[in-house]
Antibody
Framework: QITLKESGPTLVKPTQTLTLTCTFS??????????VGWIRQPPGKALEWLAL???????RYSPSLKSRLTITKDTSKSQVVLTMSNMHPVDTATYYC??????????????????WGQGTLVTVSS | DIQMTQSPSSLSASVGDRVTISCRTSQNISNFLNWYQQKPGKAPNLLIY???SFQSGVPSRFSGSGSGTDFTLTISSLQAEDFATYYC?????????FGGGTKVEIK
């Protein structure tokens, strides 16, 4: 059974750096094609993909936020950490940790987010 | 970025109705399209991947179709537990993008 759980501060001040930890179980981040990423959702708004780290330590970031984001993995602890610098009130959102898997058909890899953490609401306010 | 446009943004329907939700992309993504359901206060749940493949455990009343730039999620007979917000997401690029969501409400 795959589970993911986010942890970190619920309140950060503007200009501070946010550090979120995803602790997962039921899979290994050394398994081929597996990835763990972060997706956020401002209150009442749509989903926004932020970053992902793959089994081979390949790291990808949202182009619009790339300069502010860092994602790392610690396979021995089954954890993935996301840092986001220079937080602003518009960054107030629920942040989800997600498990990415892939299926292959006709030589193409189709990825999807099939397991999600419960989410953690981060409020940016002075 | 690949832009995702869902329509309608909301709809009202009754139990037993057939419901269709549209997702249009700004460029050809073949069939690299996923659908999610999100209930209030909960994380999204994967329904469909690769435009028409069922995720394990998803009821058969849900189906997906389309390719290229136009995709559809269909609920053949709406049930009470289906009232939720639905999102499409392209997986053509590593930089995933989501549609704005379609909220399905009770009429």
């Amino acid at each position: 059974q795959i589970t993911l759980k986010e942890s970190g501060p619920t309140l950060v001040k503007p200009t501070q750096t946010l550090t979120l930890t995803c602790t997962f179980s039921g899979f290994s981040l050394t398994t081929s094609a597996v990835g763990v990423g972060w997706i956020r959702q401002p209150p009442g708004k749509a989903l926004e993909w932020l970053a992902l780290v793959s089994w081979n330590d390949d790291k990808r970031y949202s182009p619009s936020l790339k300069s502010r984001l860092t994602i790392t993995k610690d396979t021995s602890k089954s954890q993935v950490v996301l840092t986001m610098s220079n937080m602003h009130p518009v960054d107030t959102a629920t942040y989800y940790c997600v498990h990415r898997d892939m299926n292959y058909y006709d030589g193409s890899g189709y990825y999807y987010f099939d397991h999600w953490g419960q989410g953690t609401l981060v409020t940016v306010s002075s | 970025d690949i832009q995702m446009t869902q329509s309608p943004s909301s709809l009202s329907a009754s139990v037993g109705d057939r419901v269709t939700i549209s997702c249009r992309t700004s460029q050809n993504i073949s069939n690299f399209l996923n659908w999610y359901q999100q209930k209030p206060g909960k994380a999204p749940n994967l329904l469909i991947y690769a435009a028409s493949s069922f995720q394990s455990g998803v009821p058969s009343r849900f189906s997906g179709s389309g390719s290229g730039t136009d995709f559809t999620l269909t609920i053949s007979s709406l049930q009470a537990e289906d009232f939720a917000t639905y999102y499409c997401q392209q997986s053509f690029t590593t930089f995933a993008t989501f549609g704005g969501g379609t909220k399905v409400e009770i009429k």
